[in-house]
């Protein structure tokens, strides 16, 4: 028993003639006669009478016939369903961007997607922590997040894209607020806070903390709180990363560190390990973000 004998027999009854039922499905009544034959077969039962002009439906026929089209009825909605749910993913890019992602490096970037796309921009971008969009991600609320280091998991690919140094958020009290940059020895002796060990920030201030042999304390999860303890603390200095989210504050000076080493804070595109094969607006945006110019923007 196969799919097309059971489409082919919902045919019949709704039509009850082979001749109908065979000109409405483009096939032959041989072809026809043939798989409902098989059906019997297999069903160990007669399900149509045969008559001159028609046919009659057995009882064993009536009671498959209701059942088939309750089942396949269930089938073809999933299926265009189905094709509906995949013609959006080749038309919408469903992004996922992190809060503290500055807009003047992602944007351009989707925008100059669509123009090598030769569209009008199509897109659903979702805003969260990476914890956030990792989920939604892993859910299949979205296709793509452009996030922080999100450590080892199977389940999804990422590619580095940008990295960007770490920055002092500095009391503008502070002298060393109106200069144009500090070194690590310039704030070393200050009250050094940053990010929470456990945040996705937490490994790249440690490795930073060691190469430069500094010992901040380890308590924020984001730049605004950081930053807000700064501003209630002129002696404490804040590193942070390039974000948006740090200079929200009037109080406080971001102010470039010479000495941090570039790759400081690093993005990537991440997407599901085994995304679906059809979605060709994902990989073409994929391999656009893994190839685009960020140096111009940063």
Not at 114 to 132: C, L
Request: charged share 20%.
């Amino acid at each position: 028993m196969n799919l097309s004998q059971l489409y082919y027999f919902r045919m019949l009854a709704r039509k009850r003639s082979f001749k109908g039922a065979a000109a409405e499905l483009y096939i032959s009544e041989p072809t026809l006669s043939v798989a409902v034959k098989k059906l019997e077969t297999e069903l160990g039962t007669e399900l149509v009478i045969r008559k001159r002009l028609a046919i009659e439906l057995t009882p064993e026929g009536e009671e498959f016939a209701e059942c088939l089209e309750q089942s396949l009825q269930n089938i073809d909605e999933h299926v265009a369903s189905i094709k509906t749910h995949a013609r959006e993913r080749n038309q919408t890019l469903r992004l996922g961007i992190v809060f503290s992602l500055q807009q003047r490096v992602w944007l351009p970037l989707v925008n100059d997607f669509w123009i090598a796309q030769h569209r009008e921009p199509d897109n659903v971008i979702k805003q969260g922590t990476t914890e956030q969009l990792l989920h939604a991600l892993k859910n299949g609320e979205i296709d793509v997040i452009i996030a922080g280091t999100l450590g080892k998991d199977d389940s999804v690919t990422s590619y580095p894209l940008w990295t960007s140094p770490a920055l002092a958020a500095i009391n503008t009290k502070n002298p060393l607020s109106s200069r144009s940059s500090v070194t690590f020895d310039d704030i070393r002796d200050s009250q050094l806070i940053t990010y929470v060990s456990e945040g996705p920030l937490g490994k790249e201030c440690h490795d930073l903390a060691t190469r430069f042999d500094l010992n901040p304390l380890y308590a924020y999860a984001n730049e605004p709180s950081i930053c807000s303890n700064v501003a209630s603390q002129p002696d404490s200095i804040g590193i942070v990363c390039d974000s948006w989210l740090a200079y929200s504050l009037k109080d406080v000076a971001i102010v470039p560190i010479t000495d941090s080493p570039e790759d400081f804070h690093r993005f990537w595109l991440t997407h599901r390990a085994n995304p679906p094969k059809s979605h060709t607006l994902l990989q073409e945006f994929v391999n656009f973000a893994n190839n685009y110019d960020y140096s111009r923007y940063l």
